[in-house]
């Protein structure tokens, strides 16, 4: 079964920098997708990848995928506080409307 | 439109009790997901629906646990008897099935067994 794997599983950036979170595939990615959720929530949705060399953008986040390296890239440039939370990937299984999720990536904002 | 609904936000009972936890998809949706969180195992995908047809169970961990969708705007999780190892964020989410699966999730059900 396919299994993804983020780094790092947490993260601790100063106001204002930047910051990047990986997710990496056991199994080619088909499609990739990005949530935010914050404690005590549910997962918001942040962005969808399916191309190879597909990137996205939404406000200060940014996503990539190096399908070639079974790979995602989450980048936000000039954190703010409004950003912290766990980010987490998930990949659908072709052809299956599931998706399997990564353990997140928990991120907090030093003022 | 309000979201996915799941009720209720926090539950608390004791070992051997029944309980019950309750999704309302959005309008539309014909995906219905049950998912559990711990810090442990973190998002794991319980069962999820197509069309009110259990489709995938096979996340469900054992037989104490089962889920249901009457119709297609509301789906039970019920957990008979709960266990402390149960004690979970249990999430619903929904999605429409068209092209991509973006999936749309509720607050959550905060489950503790004592």
């Known amino acids: 079964s396919q299994e993804l794997e983020q780094s790092p599983q947490s993260l601790i950036v100063q106001e204002g920098k930047n910051l990047t979170i990986n997710c990496t595939s056991s199994?080619?990615?088909?499609?990739l997708y990005w949530y935010k959720q914050k404690y005590g929530e549910g997962l918001i949705f942040l962005m969808m990848?399916?191309?190879?060399?597909e990137e996205k953008s939404h406000e200060k986040i940014t996503a990539k995928l190096d399908e070639k390296k079974q790979q995602s890239s989450l980048h936000i440039t000039a954190s703010q506080p409004s950003h912290a939370g766990i980010y987490l990937c998930?990949?659908?299984?072709?052809?299956?409307?599931?998706?399997?999720f990564g353990q997140g990536t928990r991120l907090t904002i030093n003022p | 439109d309000a979201g996915v609904i799941q009720s209720p936000r926090h539950e608390v009972t004791e070992m051997g009790q029944e309980v019950t936890l309750r999704c309302k998809p959005i309008?539309?949706?014909?995906?219905l997901f049950w998912y559990r969180q711990t810090m442990m195992r973190g998002l794991e995908l319980l069962i999820y629906?197509?069309?009110?047809?259990?489709?995938?169970d096979s996340g469900m961990p054992e037989d104490r646990f089962s889920a249901k969708m009457p119709n297609a705007s509301f789906s039970t999780l019920k957990i008979q008897p709960s266990e402390p190892r149960d004690s979970a964020v249990y999430f619903c989410?929904?999605?429409?099935?068209?092209?991509?699966?973006?999936?749309?999730f509720g607050p959550g059900t905060r489950l503790t067994v004592t």
């Open positions: 309008s539309g949706h014909d995906y």
């Open positions: 629906f197509n069309n009110n047809v259990p489709i995938d």
């Open positions: 990848l399916q191309k190879g060399g």
């Open positions: 989410a929904s999605s429409s099935g068209q092209g991509t699966y973006e999936q749309y």
């Open positions: 998930g990949a659908d299984n072709r052809g299956a409307q599931k998706l399997v």
């Open positions: 199994k080619t990615l088909y499609g």
